[in-house]
Nanobody
Framework: QVQLVESGGGLVQAGGSLRLSCAASGRTFSNIAMGWFRQAPGKEREFVAAISSRGAILKYADPVKGRFSISRDNARNTVFLQMNSLQPEDTAVYYC???????????????WGRGTQVTVSS
């Protein structure tokens, strides 16, 4: 089991930036892939970004390519999501998740955080 706690969400104006963090505990962090997902009101949860266990492989959803960047610090058991050029359509609850293997589908992910709200005003 992996316990995950997100932080860093908040209210930002369009064009602004936020950096989300996700602290992990309970399992060797460097052996697990990590992902970020989001869910906007009235919409299904969607993939945002993923990073392999050692950080060599990255994957982004098309709507965030070039604006968001996922990274991890295995020494600190933390994964980050740097979000730049935020737009109102990025408003959602953002979740980090852990998976035994790298992937973009949410059914790969076995452990989930409680989420952090990101709100982008126009």
């Amino acid at each position: 089991q992996v316990q995950l706690v997100e932080s860093g969400g908040g209210l930002v104006q369009a064009g602004g930036s936020l950096r989300l963090s996700c602290a992990a505990s309970g399992r060797t962090f460097s052996n697990i892939a990590m992902g970020w997902f989001r869910q906007a009101p009235g919409k299904e949860r969607e993939f945002v970004a993923a990073i392999s266990s050692r950080g060599a492989i990255l994957k982004y959803a098309d709507p965030v390519k070039g604006r968001f960047s996922i990274s991890r610090d295995n020494a600190r058991n933390t994964v980050f999501l740097q979000m730049n050029s935020l737009q109102p359509e990025d408003t959602a609850v953002y979740y980090c998740a852990a998976a035994p293997v790298f992937g973009v589908q949410d059914n790969y992910y076995q452990n989930w955080g409680r989420g952090t709200q990101v709100t982008v005003s126009s």
